[in-house]
């Protein structure tokens, strides 16, 4: 089997990560965060631009071993200044400018990975942005952002009786197609009580929907190889 090589860009969970090296794939997470996975030889505590291309590492044989030219990319941009569930908080992220700077990231992360996921938020449609911050609007249009996401995706599909309104800007990839469609729409994750690990478990990708991108993207991936070859 084609091995691919693998970046999940702002995954501490190491959800999706675990599920490429599942089916064999060099697979690597990287946040500035460390992970909770369970698996720090396959984690980078690096900021995602330096390994955009290429970087040095340690892998989990400890030698130090050089990525480049990723095959796949995918990225979880923080949502914490983006989500609409958030905005009572807007006004003072907007005079911190907070707000700002993580529409840049977002933005700026969105350049290179074949996919960016977040919720519903102030990034679909644009017109947030283009009310309180209209250069950066501006900017975005420019560099070619698409303000409506290529799908929006939920738990329920996927094998988990859940609601949860996920984003995905796909470039280079085919929408995700549901595994599983089962019954059941409780809003479990929004409905999370107050807590350090509050942000982070709302943050986790539901298993369901981490096997199907490892599955379904690897494949297509290894298909348009195969054929390019």
Request: with cysteine.
């Amino acid at each position: 089997m084609m091995k691919l090589r693998v970046l999940v860009a702002c995954e501490e969970s190491q959800a999706v990560t675990k599920e490429f090296r599942r089916l064999g794939h060099e697979a690597f997470s990287c946040d500035l965060l460390p992970c909770s996975g369970g698996h720090p030889e396959w984690h980078v505590r690096a900021d995602i631009f330096e390994l955009a291309g290429a970087i040095k590492f340690y892998t989990e044989d400890l030698k130090d071993h050089l990525i480049s030219d990723w095959d796949l990319v995918i990225s979880f941009q923080p949502c914490t200044d983006l989500t609409v569930s958030g905005a009572r908080w807007f006004p003072g992220k907007r005079e911190s400018g907070s707000q700002e700077a993580s529409i840049r990231f977002f933005l700026e992360v969105w350049k290179f990975s074949n996919c960016s996921e977040n919720p519903i938020g102030i990034i679909n449609g644009g017109n947030y942005i283009k009310k309180w911050f209209p250069e950066l609007f501006i900017e975005m249009q420019d560099a070619g952002f698409p303000f409506s996401p290529s799908q929006i995706i939920q738990p329920w599909q996927f094998g988990h009786g859940e609601t949860k309104s996920t984003c995905l800007w796909l470039n280079g990839l085919p929408d995700l197609i549901p595994t599983e469609i089962v019954s059941g729409r409780e809003q479990r994750v929004w409905k999370m009580p107050p807590g350090p690990d509050r942000a982070k478990l709302r943050s986790k990708t539901f298993p369901g929907i981490a096997t199907a991108m490892a599955e379904q993207w690897s494949e297509y991936i290894i298909r348009q190889k195969q054929k390019s070859a």
